[in-house]
């Protein structure tokens, strides 16, 4: 059974340029949901999806958003980019809100 | 507010001993899930074990048993015979409420010598 699935692995932007990150969850998962991960912050919750919904949602300015599509693949944008942004963007799915996360392998940001 | 808190930033064990990693965890929701994620230097996340909070007894799978004291609000990983390849972050995270996210302590690095 295949895990989740991110792309792009790593990728490098220039300041004020936007950025699409892709998730694929594993196979029956419904639930997906983001984390930015750096060295100062620690890992932070973005946002999380259910059934295309978007359930909670972290602390992050608008320049972050996400989407769900009805085969429950994600995808999380960030505009504007700032140098701040460079981080470890991971992605998990989970079969629903209530059960065990599983990570994929995540997407390494660098805002030049 | 939900909270994990990890106080230890790192830790060294020697080769096949058995090491303890701490976390203690806040909560007000009765139902909650405690879990230990292993994170190498690659990035990804692995989960290793989970606790509900109803459960009985201590979570284990196989050299990973975690040590719930529901009373005290701790959930440490107990790591037996550690290996050279156990090296990494390792999380406590906590899912619970209608939250529907899980949050992170913010990890400790494990170090196994040889």
């Known amino acids: 059974k295949a895990g989740v699935t991110q792309t792009p692995r790593y990728l490098i932007k220039t300041r004020g340029q936007q950025v699409t990150l892709s998730c694929s969850p594993i196979?029956?998962?419904?639930?997906v949901s983001w984390y930015q991960q750096t060295p100062g912050q620690g890992l932070q919750f973005l946002f999380e999806?259910?059934?295309?919904?978007?359930?909670n949602k972290g602390n992050f300015p608008g320049r972050f958003s996400g989407r769900q599509f009805s085969n429950s693949r994600s995808e999380m944008n960030v505009s504007t980019l700032e140098l701040g942004d460079s981080a470890l963007y991971l992605c998990?799915?989970?079969?629903?809100?209530?059960?065990?996360?599983?990570f994929g392998e995540g997407s390494w940001l660098t805002v030049v | 507010a939900q909270k994990i808190t990890q106080t230890q930033p790192g830790m060294f064990v020697q080769e096949k001993e058995a090491v303890t990693l701490d976390c203690t965890y806040d909560t007000s929701d009765p139902s909650y899930g405690l879990f230990w994620y292993k994170q190498p230097s690659s990035g990804e996340m692995i989960f290793l074990i989970y606790q509900g909070s109803y459960d009985q007894q201590n979570a284990t799978e196989g050299r990973y048993s975690l040590n719930f004291q529901k009373a005290r609000k701790s959930a440490n990983l107990v790591i037996s015979a550690s290996q050279l390849g156990d090296s990494a972050m390792y999380f406590c995270?906590?899912?619970?409420?209608?939250?529907?996210?899980?949050?992170f302590g913010a990890g400790t690095r494990l170090f196994v010598k040889a």
């Open positions: 196979s029956g998962h419904r639930s």
């Open positions: 999806y259910f059934s295309e919904t978007q359930r």
């Open positions: 995270a906590m899912r619970g409420g209608r939250g529907f996210k899980t949050i």
């Open positions: 998990a799915s989970s079969l629903s809100s209530e059960n065990t996360i599983y």
